[in-house]
T-cell receptor
Framework: RKEVEQDPGPFNVPEGATVAFNCTYSNSASQSFFWYRQDCRKEPKLLMSVYSSGNEDGRFTAQLNRASQYISLLIRDSKLSDSATYLCVVNAPPNTGGFKTIFGAGTRLFVKA | NAGVTQTPKFRILKIGQSMTLQCTQD?????MYWYRQDPGMGLKLIYYSVGAGITDKGEVPNGYNVSRSTTEDFPLRLELAAPSQTSVYFC?????????????FGSGTRLTVV
């Protein structure tokens, strides 16, 4: 099983749609979770952190489900500018014998007019 | 505020050649990283540094070397380039270790080894 797994997509949605992505992780002791956005041929940029209580930033909502070991990203009222690849990032707990930030391969989203 | 600056943006190398990818950050971050990104794969950590003079291997360090003489600079050296090193390379920095506060990435170097 991959340490961090994402549905690669692509997800093709019309403008105004609501779309959700999930990301599963294998290490139950993982502590920090993030969503990054990566535009085509650009660097990843932090979209939002994912807290145990969930968090919301405008049209974006991130949730963490520790019992089932996944995080989710919900985008409401999709815009053309939301078209990008969304990367799930998971940090292993400290003192595990080394550096362990794991990037998912990403989920591609296309929003069409 | 430039953030993380990488040069060059593109490079084509012949097998066996060497090159240095430059990375500079102006945010006074202690932690710096080099990642590579291959199609359909998550970013893989090559090397990282927790401060000037201190570096350590990541997941895929073979064929690469780094140095960290100052807080600002973290160059990545490729010796004897191989086709397997064809990839997009990203330098990143963070205030907290393991990007617990989020990574700031440079714009990337697209390297092709032929």
């Amino acid at each position: 099983r991959k340490e961090v797994e994402q549905d690669p997509g692509p997800f093709n949605v019309p403008e105004g749609a609501t779309v959700a992505f999930n990301c599963t992780y294998s290490n139950s002791a993982s502590q920090s979770f993030f969503w990054y956005r990566q535009d085509c041929r650009k660097e990843p940029k932090l979209l939002m952190s994912v807290y145990s209580s969930g968090n919301e930033d405008g049209r974006f909502t991130a949730q963490l489900n520790r019992a089932s070991q996944y995080i989710s990203l919900l985008i409401r009222d999709s815009k053309l500018s939301d078209s990008a690849t969304y990367l799930c990032v998971v940090n292993a707990p400290p003192n595990t014998g080394g550096f362990k930030t794991i990037f998912g391969a990403g989920t591609r989203l296309f929003v069409k007019a | 505020n430039a953030g993380v600056t990488q040069t060059p943006k593109f490079r084509i190398l012949k097998i066996g050649q060497s090159m240095t990818l430059q990375c500079t950050q102006d945010m006074n971050h202690n932690y710096m990283y080099w990642y590579r990104q291959d199609p359909g794969m998550g970013l893989k950590l090559i090397y990282y540094s927790v401060g000037a003079g201190i570096t350590d291997k990541g997941e895929v360090p073979n064929g690469y070397n780094v140095s960290r003489s100052t807080t600002e600079d973290f160059p990545l050296r490729l010796e004897l380039a191989a086709p397997s090193q064809t990839s997009v390379y990203f330098c990143a920095s963070s205030y907290l270790l393991e990007g617990a506060d989020g990574y700031t990435f440079g714009s990337g170097t697209r390297l092709t080894v032929v």
